[in-house]
């Protein structure tokens, strides 16, 4: 079952902040969070596991709600390079050997 | 270190022929997965393999292939190409199975006429 995300597409100037989501139907074990520019390959971010805390590099940070089924990707004071694809993709158990189901993805602009 | 890569990077055919896209991961790495992804969607599991096995597998039909050589490097076989295969063919690496990131290659977009 596929993970939904929210929104679908978002605009944001330079500094302003974001919050992308995703959820999924079914309990999850592990969400992960790429970001996928036009025309290249995704981007690993970050992985949050069952019973894990909050991550965040930079001004990137996620948390994973594991009882709601639900992670949010938080971006702030945004950047110019942080627009492209956001993509989150989830494992439902320890060993489901990568088999990463990706949502849909939420496109974000940043625009000076 | 080298990432994740693919050959050939862009692939022409026609409807009812066959298609071998490879992949060589990062060194080290034992797990190589594949995806689809069609333009304005997310990546779609194709095949996960481990160890030179097939240890999980999307909702594709049989015409899909894979496998893993000695050396952790892949090839996908697509047989009997429709239209409707046409997409980017994404690898990907991790050095060991489960909750891993994934290292994607920059993929082998492949166009059906």
């Known amino acids: 079952q596929q993970p939904v995300q929210s929104p679908q597409a978002v605009i944001l100037r330079e500094g302003e902040d974001a919050v992308i989501n995703c959820s999924s139907s079914?309990?999850?074990?592990?969400v992960h969070w790429y970001r996928q520019k036009h025309g290249e390959a995704p981007v690993f971010l970050m992985i949050?596991?069952?019973?894990?805390e909050q991550k965040g590099h930079d001004k990137i940070s996620a948390s994973f709600n594991e009882k709601k089924q639900q992670s949010s990707l938080y971006l702030t004071a945004s950047q110019l390079s942080y627009s492209g694809t956001y993509f989150c993709g989830t494992e439902i158990d320890k060993t489901s050997y990568d088999k990463v189901i990706f949502g849909p993805g939420t496109s974000l602009s940043v625009i000076p | 270190d080298a990432g994740v890569t693919q050959s050939p990077t862009h692939l022409i055919k026609t409807r009812g022929q066959h298609v071998t896209l490879r992949c060589s991961p990062i060194?080290?790495?034992?797990?190589v997965s594949w995806y689809q992804q069609v333009l304005g969607q997310g990546p779609q599991f194709i095949f996960q393999y481990y160890e030179k096995e097939e240890r999980g597998r999307g909702n594709f039909p049989d015409r899909f292939s894979a496998r893993q050589f000695p050396n952790y490097s892949s090839e996908l076989n697509v047989n009997a190409l429709l239209l409707g295969d046409s997409a980017l063919y994404l690898c990907a690496s991790s050095a060991i199975v489960g909750n891993q990131p994934q290292h994607f290659g920059d993929g082998t977009r492949l166009s059906i006429l």
């Open positions: 060194s080290g790495h034992k797990s």
């Open positions: 949050l596991l069952k019973g894990g």
């Open positions: 079914k309990a999850l074990y592990s």
